[in-house]
């Protein structure tokens, strides 16, 4: 307890216990103070280990010693070196110690925490992560460099200090290259596939691993312990889930690798290579994926997704029917969205694909995963009021379908090759048009009682799509990677048409609509509506509802023919909707 008082047998009341800090294995860990003999007083970090046996207290006195003693003639920066002693138990000042002897391992006090309490609480953002594991790996490096190893490298054995300082501590199991082990070390979550054996060598690849281990507790300091067998793959799909992008979560996955040949070595390239992409990473949108669709009562009803799950916005919001929004059960980050109303009672479903790659499907209900392994998802209601979804998944075109009281099914066209669903409509009843990304093209699937493609010359890699029908077939809207907006007649073999009017877009939807399809953009210079052609006018329409810029937008048509338009604006959600009279009236949206 605070107060008490220990030391060597010589002078056993030379440190007083503070504060306690933490208990781990078998030691606690307390805040001390040391006077001197001139009575200038320090901080220290008392371990105290627990152990009563003293022939074992004098065994682990002298692995101890020599610890502090090949650290020192090490002299790697930023490393703690702890002193020993061994020393009665702690006892109030001035009252005779106790019987027995502990032992203690004395480090200087550092004002600084513990790396995952660290990263809990980090409010300077991504480049302060970076600094951080960039320090850590420059004194993993120097101990290897030198031909010792740590093994024992874990979130609780690296102090962040308040400016940004990195302090490796617990030097116990600290171990030279070329002696055999005699006692293995393990701790969970921190450790690679590959068990130490005793008798065996230490190998600076378990290091590797645990800097790995760490820099996922940097990036997700919420998320619970890694799986060793998976942890690279773990790690990887976590991150992109969380809205990192693929490069950086393979990047962060790389000391994690099964194989301790190929995790990165020395670590300073590695770890300045992903300061450069933390550095460059922009936050996964709160809102990266919208729809929009007519409620019970015909007003809109906005179903948006993206960082923080899903949530849903409109007037007179009817909550029980809504699936829920994110929970720990549901997907945690979205990408895609397709909603819609299925079975009689027009049930509102939802499927998302999460930012790892899962399907999932929603209702009121809850959320279920449905596949793995996912790129893209688009859809609606067919003619027999099931929600369907088209995606690819293993290089092929996936369907699934699902409505009120039936348990989702899915189906593999084998023949349709596919990297990335981009959009579907149905054309008629139970004929599909779906827009997919393949190699270096695209492609246009027409699925119904047989299937053929029709390739578009377009961009791959398209930043959006949309399709719509018409009265004269199907149609497309592609998005090029430098956001010019295309419009394609389907199955006609006509020429595509410019229509962005030299405005790069960002986000694009479709609507097939009375005289013709009704088509939105959203960029930097607001939203744009394309309306068809009207009152004898030969040239469609445009009408902007906002100049403010825009990155998302959605439309709908409702049963009596009028159209809903959602937008995200400057990461705020708006709508719009048609009246009575097909005048665009602006809409409260409610959350």
């Known amino acids: 307890m605070p107060g008490l008082r220990f030391g060597p047998e010589f002078d056993p009341e030379q440190y007083e216990l503070l504060e306690f800090h933490h208990r781990g294995g078998e030691a606690e860990v307390w805040r001390a103070v040391r006077t001197g003999r001139s009575g200038l007083k320090e901080l220290v970090a008392a371990k105290i280990m627990l152990e009563r046996d003293p022939s074992e207290v004098r065994r682990w006195l002298g692995r101890w ?52 309490r660290w990263a809990r609480a980090n409010r300077d953002g991504l480049p302060a992560v970076a600094e951080v594991l960039v320090r850590l790996c420059r004194i993993v490096d120097e101990l290897h460099r030198k031909r010792w190893v740590h093994r024992d490298i874990s979130p609780a054995n690296v102090l962040v200090e308040p400016e940004g300082r990195v302090k490796l501590i617990d030097l116990t199991f600290l171990a030279p290259l070329d002696r055999t082990l005699t006692v293995a070390v393990f701790t969970p979550g921190h450790v690679p596939p590959e068990a130490e054996q005793v008798g065996g060598f230490p190998a600076t690849a378990k290091d590797l691993f645990a800097v790995g281990t760490l820099a996922r507790s940097l990036l997700l300091p919420e998320h619970g312990r890694l799986d060793q067998r998976t942890a690279a793959d773990q790690a990887r799909r976590e991150l992109v889930a969380a809205g990192f992008s693929e490069e950086l979560a393979g990047w962060a996955a790389e000391p994690l690798h099964h194989d301790p040949d190929r995790r990165p070595a020395p670590l300073g390239p590695w770890a300045a290579r992903g300061r450069e992409l933390l550095r460059a990473h922009r936050p996964l949108p709160r809102t990266s994926c919208l729809a929009v669709l007519p409620d019970t009562a015909g007003r809109p009803l906005v179903v948006a997704g993206g960082s923080d799950g899903v949530g849903y916005s409109g007037p007179g919001l009817s909550v029980p029917e809504l699936p829920a929004t994110r929970t720990s059960q549901g997907p945690p980050t979205l990408r895609e969205i397709v909603a819609g109303r299925s079975g009689r009672a027009a049930e509102l479903a939802v499927f998302a694909e999460d930012g790892a790659g899962a399907l999932w499907v929603g209702n009121r209900s809850g959320w279920w995963e449905v596949a793995r392994g996912v790129a893209g998802a688009a859809g609606a209601v067919n003619a027999s009021g099931e929600l369907v979804v088209w995606t690819a998944r293993a290089g092929v075109l996936q369907s699934f379908r699902w409505s009120p009281g039936v348990t ?177 009236q602006p809409v409260r949206l409610d959350t």
């Not at 010693?65 to 001035?94: C, E, I, Q, W």
């Not at 048409?497 to 939105?520: C, D, K, N, Q």
């Not at 030969?538 to 009596?560: E, F, I, M, N």
């Not at 959600?573 to 009575?580: M, N």
């Open 65 to 116: 010693d020599d610890v502090s003693h090949n650290a020192h003639r090490l002299a790697v920066t930023d490393l703690v070196v702890p002193s020993f002693l061994l020393g009665p138990s702690p006892h109030r000042p001035g009252s005779p110690p106790g019987d027995g002897v502990l032992g203690y391992q004395i480090s200087p006090w550092v004002e600084g925490v513990p790396l995952h």
């Open 408 to 584: 989702v099914t899915g189906q593999e066209l084998s023949g349709c090759p596919a990297d990335r669903v981009l959009a579907a409509t149905e054309e008629r009843v139970g004929t599909w048009s779906v827009l997919v990304e393949h190699e270096d093209r695209v492609l246009c699937w027409r699925v119904g009682a047989e299937v053929r493609p029709e390739r578009i010359a377009a961009p791959v890699r398209a930043r959006g799509a949309a399709l719509a029908r018409s009265s004269a077939g199907p149609q497309a809207v592609i998005l090029g990677p430098d956001g010019a907006a295309r419009l394609y007649p389907l199955g006609g073999g006509a020429a595509p048409v410019e229509i962005g009017e030299s405005e790069p877009a960002l986000g694009v939807a479709m609507a097939g609509h009375r005289g013709g399809p009704t088509i939105a953009l959203a960029g930097t210079g607001g939203v744009r509506l394309r309306l068809p052609a009207s009152g004898g006018a030969r040239r469609p329409r445009w009408w902007r509802p906002t100049l403010r810029p825009a990155t998302r937008v959605a439309l709908s048509v409702g049963d009596d023919w009028r159209l809903c338009l959602a937008a995200v604006v400057e990461d705020e959600l708006q709508c719009w909707q048609e009246d009575a009279a097909y005048r665009w």
